[in-house]
């Protein structure tokens, strides 16, 4: 009897969606419709209007075939407009909301959209871009844009793009994001073979947004195939790793925790703070699954 009421208490905990972790605890909360969305790739909460944006490569994502469109979400995942703007896009990634614009990183170019009209306001051709990925904006409305292939990351300061830094130790930038004037980026890692595949995976660095200094963040061992990077409430970053598929809690002290087993794919996530909702995009299943984490 004790064995069956303790499978039978393993299995309500296994269902219920609850994941527990070491110090925290993670829901599903939702997931969207089976392939309305395609290859989606990044998601962002545009507070002031409370939805939620979701960049759709739909098709590769390094070919300029004008395929790619944005959608807009409810904060409980239903799709409000599937094609909310899709003005020529090519194969969008990476989003940053800057002075109510919404910029979209666009292989060798980055799109900019006024959110209140949806419409078009500016396009930024960015000179021997490979890989655009992903944006962050800074508290003075800067914006840095990754590129993966050419170790380089961007910046759009007072209307013009200029190759910001271009390092080695970037080591195939992917997802950034701006914290207390420092620059935090997920590597890819080292690619020296064909395609994404890596010698080395990658880890969390951080660059200093005055001198351009690049440390390590806690740790140099790799990590993984690091894409979206978001911070926590507590100063630890959530990070995907898109090879493996995994949802990770990386401390600034360089320790590891698997937070969720996903399927591979997971990409540029979103963490509202506020109610601790995380959304991953999962690029291969066609959908954006959101959970509540509790710290």
């Known amino acids: 009897m004790k064995f069956l009421n303790t499978l039978l208490l393993i299995s309500t905990f296994l269902l219920s969606g609850i994941v527990q972790a070491e110090n925290t605890t993670i829901t599903k909360l939702w997931e969207t419709s089976d392939n309305e969305l395609q290859t989606p790739e990044s998601v962002i909460h545009d507070p002031k209007r409370n939805v939620l944006y979701v960049s759709n490569i739909n098709g590769a994502p390094t070919e300029k075939v004008e395929n ?3 959608s807009k979400l409810s904060p409980e995942g239903k ?6 703007f899709n003005e020529s896009l090519w194969a969008p990634k990476g989003m940053a909301i800057s002075d109510d614009h919404l910029f979209v990183a666009d292989i060798s170019r980055v799109v900019e959209i006024d959110l209140a009209s949806g419409k078009l306001i500016n396009t930024y051709p960015v000179e021997d871009a490979v890989f655009l990925n992903d944006i962050a ?17 961007h910046r759009i300061k007072d209307g013009k793009i200029e190759a910001w830094l271009s390092n080695e130790k970037l080591a ?5 994001t701006v914290v207390d ?11 020296d073979g064909e395609g994404f595949e890596t010698s080395v995976p990658g880890h969390l660095i951080s660059i ?10 806690g740790s140099a061992e790799p990590v993984g195939n690091l894409d979206g990077v978001e911070r926590t409430s507590s100063g630890n970053f959530l990070v ?18 698997t937070l969720l087993d996903l399927d591979q794919g997971s990409a540029d996530i979103e963490y509202i703070k506020e109610s601790g909702l995380i959304l991953i995009p999962m690029m291969k299943n066609n959908k954006v699954i959101a959970y509540h984490y509790k710290e």
């Open 68 to 70: 790619g469109f944005i």
């Open 79 to 84: 799709i409000l407009d599937l094609k909310w």
């Open 137 to 153: 904006a800074d508290q003075n409305g800067d914006l840095y844009i990754s590129d993966m292939m050419t170790n380089t990351i």
């Open 172 to 176: 195939s930038p992917n997802g950034v």
């Open 181 to 191: 004037g420092q620059l935090i980026v997920g590597t890819w890692g080292v690619m």
């Open 208 to 217: 200093s947004l005055c001198s351009k200094e690049i440390t390590d963040l």
């Open 240 to 257: 995907t790793d898109w090879i493996a598929g995994k949802l990770l809690l990386l401390s600034s002290d360089g320790g590891v925790e």
